[in-house]
C-alpha cells in the first residue's frame, strides 16, 4: 500500500484474553494513517483531536481520546492500554479545535491480536464529503466546515454522473454516467487509473457490499431495461468488467450484504397511487446472479437497509406509518417503531434511522433512531423550510419586493447518516405555495380590490445537511427550482426564484438523483 507523504503514527495497546482483570498479556497495534493528497480534501490544518474506538465481539466500545500537536508532522501518539481481543475493529475520528468532526476512518477488516504480537493496521482517515450524483459533473460537499462557509466543490473526473457511492472501506468513490462506471480514489479524487467498466442505461442508484468487493446498480425508467447489475469491484479495479445483469420487474431500491443483493420491486412512488402497489423483496445472489423467489411485504414500501449482520431487513412502509423488520426469509415481519409516512432508512451499527413527514402544524420532515431491538427510540422534528421568490419588475436601486413560500409538501428521496451520527444528508423534494397579496383602492368613491402579488407555487430539489441535536440544517444547496404562477392578474408579474437565508444555489439546474456520505451509513 501507498501512503501519503504526510503520515501520523498511533500505538494502542491491546490486553489480549483480558476483561476485567489485569493486562497481562499485551499486544501492540500500530495504526498507520492513510492521509489524502488533494487540496479538497486536506484534513490536518484543522486536525486538533484524535479519538480511538475499539470494538471486540462480547465486550463494550472502548474510546481513548488524545489531543494532537501542531504541526502534527510524524508524531507517534500513544493512546495506553485497552483491553481487547481477537476480532476487533478499530475506528478514528478526527475533531477540530471546535469539536467538529473532520476526519473519519477505519480498519477495512477485523484484527485479530494475539499475544506478544504487534499487528500493523493502515486506516484511511478522510473528510467525511457528500457526494451528489445528477448534474453536469459529480458534487463534493463538505460536512466538516463551520457553518456559512463554502462547502461546494466539483470532482472533475466524473462526467454527468446519475449515480454514486462510497465503498465502505473508505478506498473509491463510484459514479456512473454515460453508459460508463468509474472508479475514483478518495486519495485525490481522480481515476483510478483502470477502464472504466460498461454499464446499461437507466442507471440511478448503486449499493455495495459491506467487504466493499460487490457494486448493485439499479435500472429503472421510462424505456429501460429493468433490473439490477452486479459488479465485481475487485474485477473491476484491475481491468474493464461486464456486469452481471438480473432482470427485475420495476426495482426501486437494493440493500447489500457480502453474498446477497435484496431489490425491492414494485415501491411506493409519490403520488395519488403511492399505496396501491404492493412492494416485495427479491433476493439475488450476487456470486452467480440468480434470483430467488420473492418475498410479498404487508404494504407499499418505499426504501430498505440492511442490520450490520446482513439477518434483518428494514423496510420503510409510508402507508403504514412504519419500519418493518423483515427477518426469516421474510417469515417475520415485525413493526419496528411506528412514525409518520417513512421513505427512507438507514442502519448505522446497532442504530436504525428512519425520515419521514408530518403535516402537523405545518410540512416538515421527522428523524426518528431505534435501537435494532426496538429499544431507546427517539423523535426529532426538523425545522420547516421556505423558500424565496423574487419579483423581476422592480429594478430601481432599493427596490425589492420578496415572496416567502410555505411547503404544501415536503419529502426527502435519499439520507446518508454520517459516520459519528451527528448529521444526516438528505436529499429533499418540496412544493412550496403563497397565498395571493391583495390591496384595496378606492377611486371616486368606489372600493375595489387588486392583487400586488400573484399566488405563487414553487417546485424544489435540494440537499440539506441536518443535525440530529437541533433538527436545523447546517447546509442547504437548491439544485433545482421551478416557479409559477397565472400571469397577467397582478401588478407584479415577473417572478424567479430566490435563495433563502443559509441557502445557496448550484451552479446549474438539475434534479440531485443519489447522495452518499463517505463511510456513512445508507
Not at 321 to 327: F, I, R, S
Not at 408 to 413: K, N
Not at 482 to 506: F, K, M, P, Y
Request: hydrophobic share 45%.
Amino acid at each position: 500500500m501507498v501512503f501519503s507523504s504526510v503520515r501520523v503514527g498511533i500505538l494502542a495497546i491491546a490486553c489480549v484474553g483480558s476483561w476485567l482483570g489485569a493486562c497481562n498479556n499485551s499486544g501492540g497495534v500500530h495504526v498507520e494513517i492513510e492521509l489524502p493528497t488533494d487540496a479538497l480534501s486536506r484534513i490536518t490544518g484543522g486536525l486538533a483531536r484524535l479519538d480511538l474506538v475499539a470494538e471486540a465481539p462480547g465486550k463494550l466500545p472502548q474510546r481513548a481520546t488524545r489531543d494532537l500537536p501542531s504541526p502534527i508532522g510524524n508524531a507517534t501518539i500513544g493512546f495506553g492500554d485497552l483491553d481487547l481481543g481477537p476480532g476487533v475493529t478499530v475506528t478514528l475520528l478526527g475533531f477540530s479545535a471546535t469539536g467538529r468532526l473532520v476526519g473519519f476512518g477505519r480498519a477495512s477488516t477485523p484484527i485479530d491480536i494475539t499475544a506478544g504480537n504487534s499487528v500493523d493496521v493502515p486506516i484511511r482517515l478522510r473528510r467525511p464529503f457528500a457526494y451528489v450524483a445528477g448534474g453536469a459533473s459529480l458534487l463534493a460537499c463538505d460536512t466538516t466546515v463551520e457553518t456559512g462557509d463554502p462547502f461546494v466543490d466539483t470532482i472533475a473526473g466524473a462526467a454527468a454522473p446519475r449515480a454514486v457511492a462510497t465503498t465502505p472501506d473508505g478506498a473509491e468513490v463510484i459514479a456512473i454516467g454515460d453508459g460508463q462506471l468509474q472508479l475514483l480514489s478518495t486519495e485525490n479524487h481522480m481515476p483510478s487509473g483502470t477502464p472504466a467498466s460498461s454499464v446499461l442505461p437507466g442507471a440511478n442508484e448503486i449499493a455495495v457490499s459491506p467487504d466493499s468487493r460487490w457494486a448493485v446498480v439499479v435500472h429503472s425508467g421510462t424505456g429501460v431495461t429493468s433490473g439490477v447489475s452486479i459488479i465485481d469491484l475487485v474485477a473491476a479495479a484491475r481491468a474493464s468488467v461486464t456486469p452481471t445483469f438480473v432482470p427485475l420487474g420495476a426495482p426501486g431500491g437494493v440493500a447489500v450484504s457480502t453474498d446477497t443483493a435484496w431489490v425491492l420491486v414494485d415501491p411506493s412512488v409519490p403520488g395519488p397511487d403511492a399505496c396501491t402497489q404492493q412492494s416485495a423483496l427479491v433476493p439475488v445472489t450476487l456470486a452467480t446472479g440468480n434470483a430467488g423467489n420473492p418475498i410479498s411485504l404487508a404494504g407499499a414500501a418505499r426504501d430498505l437497509a440492511l442490520s450490520a449482520d446482513g439477518k434483518t431487513i428494514l423496510v420503510a412502509e409510508p402507508c403504514q406509518n412504519a419500519l418493518v423488520a423483515v427477518t426469516g426469509g421474510g417469515a417475520s415481519q415485525v413493526r419496528l417503531i411506528a412514525m409518520p409516512s417513512p421513505t427512507q432508512v438507514a442502519v448505522s451499527g446497532t442504530r436504525v434511522w428512519g425520515l419521514g413527514s408530518d403535516s402537523a402544524p405545518t410540512e416538515h420532515l421527522v428523524l426518528v433512531s431505534v435501537n435494532a431491538d426496538g429499544s431507546a427510540a427517539s423523535r426529532l422534528d426538523l425545522a420547516a423550510t421556505q423558500e424565496l421568490a423574487n419579483s423581476d419588475d422592480l429594478t430601481e436601486d432599493g427596490q425589492t419586493a420578496e415572496v416567502r413560500l410555505d411547503a404544501d409538501a415536503i419529502e426527502a428521496y435519499s439520507m446518508s447518516v454520517l459516520p459519528d451520527g451527528g448529521n444526516v444528508v438528505l436529499l429533499v423534494h418540496g412544493t412550496y405555495h403563497a397565498d395571493a397579496v391583495p390591496r384595496d383602492i378606492t377611486v371616486g368613491g368606489v372600493t375595489y380590490r387588486e392583487d400586488i402579488v400573484p399566488a405563487l407555487d414553487m417546485e424544489t430539489y435540494e440537499y440539506q445537511l441536518v443535525d440530529v441535536k437541533t433538527g436545523v440544517a447546517a447546509e442547504r444547496m437548491r439544485t433545482s427550482c421551478n416557479i409559477d404562477w397565472e400571469h397577467g392578474v397582478a401588478l407584479l408579474d415577473r417572478w424567479s426564484c430566490a435563495s433563502a437565508q443559509g441557502q445557496v444555489t448550484s451552479a446549474t439546474n438539475f434534479i440531485a438523483s443519489q447522495a452518499t456520505v463517505l463511510y456513512g451509513a445508507h
